[in-house]
C-alpha cells in the first residue's frame, strides 16, 4: 500500500508591522484612543509601565542626589526629548532623568536635545534589555554624551558614553558596591545609595 504525504504547507509570510510617526500619534491623540503616557521608540507606540516601588524609589533618590549635586534647574525628569535629523519622525523618548548643561530656563520653547545634556538616565526593571539595545542605539545616534541605564534588580549601573557612529564605544557595568563620579560633579556618587534597603 502506497502512502502519499501531503505537500508541506507553503510557509507564512511575516506579518507587516506598522511603524507609526509623531504625526500619526498626534491625530490618534485627539481621538481619545491614546490617553495613557507613552513613548514613541523606532515607530513603536510604548505606553507607561506602572512603576513598582523599588524603580520609584531608586528615581527619587537619583532625581535628590542630582539636585544635591547640579541644582533643581539643571535636573529634569520624565520630561520629553527632542530627537533631530532622520531619527526625529519616529522617536519620542522621555527619559526617566536628564542632567542638563545649562539651565531649564534656556530652553522655554524647545525640550532639550542631545547637545543640551550632560547625562540621560533610564531606571530599568522590565525595560532592561531594550534600554541596553535600542534605546542605547537610538541615543547615541543622536549624540548623548553619557547615557545611564540603573539595573534595579541586580541592583547596578551601566555607563554607557563616547558614541561613535550609532554606537556607544566605551561600556562599564558598576556594581552595588561601586561609585561613579560625573564630570562637573563635587562627589562621587555611591551606587548602593540609589536603591531601596534591602530587606
Given at each position: 500500500?502506497t502512502?502519499t504525504?501531503?505537500?508541506?504547507?507553503?510557509?507564512?509570510?511575516n506579518?507587516?508591522?506598522?511603524?507609526?510617526?509623531r504625526t500619526?500619534?498626534?491625530e490618534i491623540?485627539?481621538?481619545?484612543v491614546?490617553?495613557?503616557?507613552y513613548?514613541?521608540?523606532?515607530?513603536?507606540i510604548?505606553?507607561?509601565?506602572?512603576?513598582h516601588r523599588p524603580?520609584?524609589?531608586t528615581?527619587?533618590?537619583?532625581?535628590?542626589?542630582?539636585?544635591?549635586?547640579?541644582g533643581?534647574?539643571?535636573?529634569?525628569?520624565q520630561?520629553?526629548?527632542?530627537i533631530m535629523?532622520?531619527d526625529?519622525?519616529?522617536?519620542f523618548?522621555i527619559p526617566?532623568?536628564v542632567?542638563l548643561?545649562?539651565?531649564?530656563?534656556?530652553?522655554p520653547?524647545?525640550?532639550?536635545q542631545?547637545?543640551?545634556?550632560?547625562?540621560?538616565?533610564?531606571?530599568?526593571?522590565?525595560?532592561?534589555?531594550?534600554d541596553?539595545t535600542?534605546?542605547?542605539?537610538?541615543?547615541?545616534?543622536?549624540?548623548?554624551?553619557?547615557?545611564w541605564?540603573?539595573?534595579?534588580?541586580?541592583?547596578?549601573?551601566?555607563?554607557?558614553?563616547?558614541?561613535?557612529e550609532?554606537e556607544?564605544t566605551r561600556?562599564?557595568e558598576?556594581?552595588?558596591?561601586?561609585?561613579?563620579?560625573?564630570?562637573?560633579g563635587s562627589?562621587?556618587?555611591?551606587?548602593?545609595?540609589?536603591?531601596?534597603?534591602?530587606?
Open positions: 500500500m502512502t504525504l501531503a505537500a508541506p504547507y507553503a510557509p507564512l509570510p506579518p507587516r508591522r506598522r511603524l507609526f510617526s500619526d500619534c498626534e491623540e485627539k481621538t481619545g491614546l490617553s495613557l503616557p513613548e514613541l521608540i523606532e515607530g513603536e510604548i505606553e507607561a509601565m506602572p512603576y524603580h520609584a524609589y528615581l527619587m533618590e537619583l532625581t535628590i542626589r542630582m539636585i544635591q549635586l547640579f533643581a534647574e539643571f535636573v529634569q525628569s520630561m520629553p526629548m527632542e535629523g532622520e526625529a519622525v519616529h522617536n523618548p526617566d532623568l542632567l548643561k545649562q539651565s531649564f530656563r534656556t530652553l520653547y524647545t525640550h532639550p542631545a547637545s543640551d545634556m550632560k547625562l540621560l538616565v533610564e531606571v530599568s526593571d522590565s525595560t532592561l534589555a531594550s541596553l535600542t534605546k542605547a542605539r537610538l541615543f547615541a545616534r543622536a549624540g548623548v554624551p553619557l547615557y541605564i540603573i539595573d534595579v534588580n541586580e541592583r547596578r549601573l551601566f555607563a554607557l558614553s563616547e558614541p561613535e550609532g556607544y561600556r562599564e558598576i556594581a552595588e558596591t561601586g561609585t561613579i563620579l560625573i564630570e562637573g562627589e562621587s556618587l555611591s551606587i548602593a545609595s540609589l536603591f531601596p534597603p534591602k530587606p
